[in-house]
């Protein structure tokens, strides 16, 4: 429940952060990523982080996140995709959120932040076959308005969950290659 998993990936980052000398990895060229759930956490650290003294992402990378708990979005109730309908969605809400007060808190659903301004580079991917579509599309347009550089990326055709499927299948191949040449151009500046 929240926010176990959030303070663990903190603490995670955090650790990365401190020891990227020891490790060979240069601190200022970080990115944080997920998919989903993880992708929910990446938004939130890179909040939080940028608010903060110390470690700063450089890059987010957010692949269908859900970003804003009310499950409020058009596509919530226009889409469903195999096992992940609106049903199934406040399902894992209960498990994760105990109360009204965790669902409106930005370190739940980053969406509901009042200020995104300063925030890392993102990379905001959103597919067509996903109830969190809209939520997705909504929350990178925010961070545009605060300014922040965001590429947003709906990719027709797929299904929330396609990073589980096989690489070999040609939309998924182009998908990940549209990613890694973001990340490269992201990272080479």
Not at 138 to 158: C, F, I, S, W
Not at 173 to 178: E, F, I, N, W
Request: glycine share 8%.
């Amino acid at each position: 429940p929240f926010p176990a998993g959030l303070d663990d990936c903190e603490a995670a980052v955090t650790w990365l952060f401190a020891h990227a000398p020891s490790l060979g990895v240069d601190a200022t060229r970080i990115a944080l990523g997920g998919e989903s759930a993880g992708a929910n956490l990446a938004a939130v650290l890179a909040r939080k982080l940028a608010r903060g003294e110390g470690a700063r992402p450089m890059l987010q990378l957010l692949v269908h996140p859900p970003v804003d708990f009310r499950f409020e979005a058009a596509s919530i109730t226009e889409v469903a995709a195999p096992g992940l309908n609106r049903e199934a969605l406040l399902m894992v809400r209960g498990a994760y959120l105990r109360s009204e007060a965790e669902i409106r808190d930005p370190d739940a659903s980053p969406a509901l932040a009042t200020d995104l301004s300063g925030l890392p580079t993102a990379l905001v991917l959103t597919v067509e076959i996903d109830p969190l579509r809209d939520e997705g599309e909504a929350y990178a347009l925010k961070l545009a308005a605060a300014g922040v550089e965001t590429t947003l990326l709906r990719v027709p055709g797929l299904v929330h969950g396609f990073m589980f499927e096989s690489a070999d299948i040609a939309i998924i191949a182009r998908t990940y290659a549209r990613i890694g040449q973001w990340l490269q151009r992201a990272f080479i500046r």
